[in-house]
């Protein structure tokens, strides 16, 4: 059974960082589009960055230079955020989908995590 699991959120000031985890079960990684998607208070869902197969990376733009995605040769992926901005507050869910090809797009993606709250203020 496929199970995708979130560790390491948190909560931080303006600045600050974190490291999201993510645990995938019953696929391997590196057969997957993996891809991190957040959900703040009131608004949709929104893509925040991908990693295909062979390692490619895609993030949105108000993220890009502060937040890196990465995978490892195991079962997992991670989401290094740094100068974290209030508005980077969040339910985050790590997501993964059996395509070499992503799509940073919340609804592409099959398999989700329960989300883990990353909280940042001012």
């Known amino acids: 059974q496929v199970r995708l699991k979130e560790s390491g959120g948190g909560s931080v000031q303006a600045g600050g960082s974190l490291r999201l985890s993510c645990l995938l079960t019953?696929?391997?990684?590196?057969?997957?589009?993996m891809g991190w998607i957040r959900q703040a208070p009131g608004k949709e869902r929104e893509g925040v960055a991908f990693i295909t197969s062979g390692g490619g990376t895609s993030y949105r733009s108000s993220v890009k230079g502060r937040f890196t995605v990465s995978k490892d040769d195991a079962m997992n992926f991670y989401l290094q955020m740094n100068n974290l901005k209030p508005e980077d507050t969040a339910i985050y869910y790590c997501?993964?989908?059996?395509?070499?090809?992503?799509?940073?797009?919340?609804?592409?993606?099959?398999?989700w995590g329960q989300g883990t709250q990353v909280t940042v203020s001012s």
């Open positions: 019953g696929y391997r990684v590196s057969r997957n589009c």
């Open positions: 997501a993964a989908r059996l395509s070499p090809n992503c799509l940073l797009i919340p609804s592409y993606f099959g398999r």
